[in-house]
Every structure is written in structure tokens, then in C-alpha cells.
């Protein structure tokens, strides 16, 4: 059982109906890309807890896209526990120092909770008849803090991408 399950690139929007995806044991909030995303704060007791579900295209410059995630999440109260969870299409590379959303983490004391590459794609070549493999770590679950048990990675039959 989960407690948030935020999904993306899903192509849902205005014309599929919630009643398509409907679970009694669960709350759904939607925001459709027709919508205006953003965060997400949740009240529990007397502890607030900032989620924000991102995404970014691969046409969208990353440091463009850190730095207006950076403002937001400047806008909330950073005091609280903050979870960034998404596709960032930036590789998160435990080896390479320069990577621009390691450094987007650093700078906001953030830990990458995934540990394990999300993206395992495998290409043929003709020429050479043989695959190439490459792997990468582009779905992140950042949190500001030490609230986070355990992330795993599941293999998904139908995407690259396996979140």
C-alpha cells in the first residue's frame, strides 16, 4: 500500500474522466498538463510536508529549469520537510561532480533518495551487429531531510523509464 503515488507523461487531461482511474482508498488531486501545476502541502497533525511533483521536457534547457524550481521552492517555507519528486531528464550521476542538478541539490541541502539508474534504454546497430546499452539515474526523490526509509526502482515493461 502507498501513501502518494504521483505519476507523469501520462497523456491524461481534461477529456478522461476520474471515474477512469477510480479507488476508493485513495484521494485524488489532478493536475492535468492543461492545468497549472505547482506543489503541493500536506497538513498532518501539526507537521506540514511540501511536495513537488516535477517534470521536465528534454527540450527545456536544464538550468533554466532549476533555476525556476529553485525560486519556488524558495517561496515555501524551507523549514518544513520538502520532497521533489519527478523526472528531471538530467542525469543524476553519483560519479560526475559537475552534473547541474547535483550541484540544484547540493545547493539546497537536498539527498537524492534513488540509488539505482531509472532509465535503461538498449539501441542496435546494424553495422557493428550488436546493442548498446546505457543507463541512466533521471528520476529523482529529493527530500531536505531524513524522512525517507527506502526507494526502490521497478522495472516497467512498457517504458524506458522505470520509476
Known sequence: MFDIVCFSETKLDDSIPNSFYKNDF??????????????LTIQSKSNKLNFVYSYRAPNLKEQLFLDKLDDFIHTLNLNDPLFI????????DLNNINSNVREFSCNNNLVNFVQKPTRVAKKFFKK????????????????????????????????????
Open 26 to 39: 485513495y484521494f485524488k488531486l489532478r493536475l492535468d498538463r492543461s492545468r497549472h501545476g505547482g506543489g
Open 128 to 163: 557493428t551487429n550488436s546493442y548498446k546499452c546505457s543507463s541512466t539515474l533521471i528520476d529523482l526523490f529529493l527530500n531536505n531531510g531524513d524522512l525517507i526509509d527506502q526507494t526502490d526502482v521497478i522495472d516497467c515493461p512498457f517504458s524506458d523509464n522505470t520509476d
Open 85 to 92: 519528486v519527478g523526472d528531471f531528464n538530467m542525469n543524476f
